[in-house]
DNA sequence: AATTGTTTGTCAATTAATTAACTAATTGTA
DNA sequence: TACAATTAGTTAATTAATTGACAAACAATT
């Protein structure tokens, strides 16, 4: 299982395979080759071949790839063995959508939730109290929390990740358009840029 | 102008161009070179140029590039001069959160909502109605909707996504985790996996 | 058991993307 | 006005990513 420098290319297309993967595991089927799954994901099967090789390869040949193995391979892989823990920066619209989508059925447990607003500290969101900023140091040490999604508004995103950098937090997923400045390089930071998305959707449609 | 096939890796910075361009443009700042620009955005002098030359180049030698300029000149290259027309489909929390993001600064003007649900169908958000799905025809016909925000469960996104290709969408922009499958190739589709993003993070954070 | 067909892993070739080097235009200054 | 400094545009070199080709391994069949 060699491991020296996977591309960035590769380890964005992990969780696509994942997806399709467990897709075929529901629908009962448990063997794949890679001609198929690329007529299925859209991949060259060269280029699937050459993905998983990354990893140490999972496949036989004249067989093909076992569905639930390399579905489990893909999964330990992309770090699903274990439950991180998580809370989420900012409770408005966007915060309270993301508690509401359940990542923790993916391994992701919503652990508590903060909010500089009175209307909205006290409140709860599927069992998860919003509090105040104030606990923040607190509840990252006592909860050890691993991942914090910024959902504040862009004028606050840093100064909550240096919060959040200085009390212990392992990543930071955000959601501000904003890119964040963090010295430690230890800390990962995973961003979802939907101005950006919209603009790239705005630029095809122009030039259509 | 030339434009004979711009790469995806070009298209997909633009937006981080227009982001910091306008920040700078408000900070007062009128003139800067691609190795300044290379000190904020981190990309490097010679990508920096290389992007801009896909559109024409708008600098000039010994002095640099007008912020100004450049920003209206990307914005223009992003489509962005025009109003577009949009809908959100699912006015679950993330529906609802992202009517309330207020895209229509950027010039996407959301003119109405969708849904299902009885519960939430003639609430208001933003001032924006829910709308039984029953009309979404007329809705996009009479309203000449140009963007639908895909914010549905899962399973009913391929068919939302089949009936607004019927109706005449231009542009789905996709917040479910699937992958539609549209047979039009006029219509853009562009995804926002939050769960592939979020997978992202985690195998980062396992490789620590 | 032998043979045919399948399919991976591997390596090579190709294509794409990024970086570096250079030239010529322009600015700013003495 | 002349000259040094700056800097974009351009071309070349390098690096990265994708695709293609093929041998070896295995499965399936007779």
Redesign the pocket.
């Known amino acids: 299982m060699a491991n020296n420098?996977v591309?960035?290319?590769?380890i964005r297309?992990l969780p696509k395979y994942h997806r399709y993967l467990k897709e075929m595991l529901e629908n009962g089927i448990n063997?794949?080759?890679?001609?198929?799954?690329s007529d299925i994901i859209g991949?060259?099967?060269?280029?699937?071949?050459?993905?998983?090789?990354n990893f140490?390869?999972?496949?036989?040949?004249?067989?093909?790839?076992n569905v639930e193995d390399l579905y489990n391979e893909i999964g330990q892989i992309l770090g699903l063995v274990k439950t991180y823990n998580t809370i989420i920066i900012g409770a408005g619209n966007l915060g309270q959508a993301l508690a509401n989508f359940n990542f923790g059925s993916h391994g992701f447990k919503l652990e508590g939730m903060f909010d500089i607003n009175p209307k909205v500290t006290g409140l709860r969101i599927r069992d998860i109290e919003i509090m105040d900023m104030d606990l923040l140091e607190e509840e990252i040490k006592n909860k050890n929390i691993d991942i914090a999604f910024i959902c504040t508004n862009k004028d606050a995103a840093q100064s909550v990740a240096d919060d959040l950098v200085k009390f212990g937090v392992k990543a930071i997923w955000n959601f501000t358009p904003v890119d964040l400045k963090i010295n430690n390089g230890e800390i990962i930071v995973e961003n979802v840029h939907l101005i950006d998305s919209l603009l790239t959707l705005s630029y095809f449609l122009k030039e259509k």
Chains 1, 2 share one sequence.
């Open positions: 420098k591309s960035m290319a590769v297309r063997r794949i080759s890679s001609k198929e799954l991949f060259t099967a060269s280029q699937i071949r050459q993905d998983l090789i140490g390869g999972f496949g036989q040949q004249g067989y093909g790839y």
